[in-house]
């Protein structure tokens, strides 16, 4: 396994830990999802829709480097992959324009992850 595909797993699992514990409201909702969603039941459906996301993205990953048996053309992969680059620098612009520090600070990881995965997509 290439260590970029390391790094973006590594990434991916510390977001999941953070939707994890937003979703158990040990981190506050206010510092997700540009600090704008105010209904507790918007933020539950947000949260597991974030981590179904990133269990699927991860495993993707891991098809790519055969750590789990493929379900997907590589070809496939790699469109798959290209397509969350893309979703990864779109969230960088919102995680810029978000109310919350640490949101903007999560630009840097995003684009970082966004690189990734698009390095990931070419090979």
Known sequence: MKISDKISLTIILGYCVLHVLVLFQ???HSLV???KIESIKTIYY???LALVILV???S???MKN???KPVFYIETI???LLLFAVFFMLNTVGNLLAESIVEQCQAI???FLAILLFKSSKT
Request: a positive charge; aromatic letters at 8%; proline letters at 4%.
């Open 109 to 111: 990881i995003t684009l």
């Open 66 to 68: 055969r750590m789990v």
């Open 46 to 48: 947000l949260e597991a």
């Open 78 to 80: 790699n469109r798959i």
């Open 60 to 62: 993707v990953i891991m």
């Open 56 to 58: 699927f993205l991860a």
């Open 26 to 28: 040990i981190i506050p």
């Open 33 to 35: 999802w540009g600090g």
